[in-house]
């Protein structure tokens, strides 16, 4: 939760610029819960020209970048492995192949606005 005085109210140009690493799972969430405090401008180095890091699944593999293969599932319950404020969809299989919770993870960032918030091809070195 934000504190608000008045010297320090929620508008664009009082907010405070936060730097997020990384466009994966954890980076979305982070960026989406920054924007859910309202005095946060979240700003997210993704190094590749995508997003959804491990879950995004790549033909060739690449230096220094985990890798998933073309049968990886999700080793948790949709249930228990949900995003708590966005439910994944009934037709998802409920261990959720990497397509299924890329289109997930996808659903939900787009719902929550975060996309516009990743800076691609922009490595934290
Ligand atoms: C089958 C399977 C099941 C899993 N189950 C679980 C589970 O139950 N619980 C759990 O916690 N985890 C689980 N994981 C691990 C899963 O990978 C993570 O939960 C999650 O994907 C990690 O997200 P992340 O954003 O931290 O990392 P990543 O998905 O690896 O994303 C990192 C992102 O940061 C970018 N990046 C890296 N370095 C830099 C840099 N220097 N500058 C800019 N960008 C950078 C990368 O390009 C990438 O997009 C599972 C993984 C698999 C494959």
């Known amino acids: 939760m934000c ?14 610029k936060i730097a997020v690493v990384g466009g994966g799972l954890s980076g979305i ?14 700003i997210c ?19 220094g970048m985990a890798s998933i293969m073309p049968t990886t599932i999700s080793y948790h ?4 492995g949900a995003l708590s404020t966005f439910p994944p969809k009934k037709e998802y299989t409920n261990f959720m192949r990497h397509h299924e919770l890329l289109n997930y993870v996808t659903e939900y960032a787009n719902f929550r606005n975060v996309i ?9 070195l």
């Open 29 to 42: 969430i982070s960026v989406s819960c920054l924007l859910e405090e309202e005095c946060f401008e979240p």
């Open 45 to 63: 180095f993704e190094k590749s020209g995508e997003y959804e890091g491990t879950w995004r699944y790549k033909e060739e593999s690449s230096e």
């Open 3 to 16: 504190t608000t005085n008045i010297f320090s109210r929620s508008t664009a140009s009082h907010k405070k």
């Open 116 to 124: 516009k918030y990743i800076q691609h091809n922009s490595e934290v």
């Open 77 to 80: 319950s949709k249930e228990i």
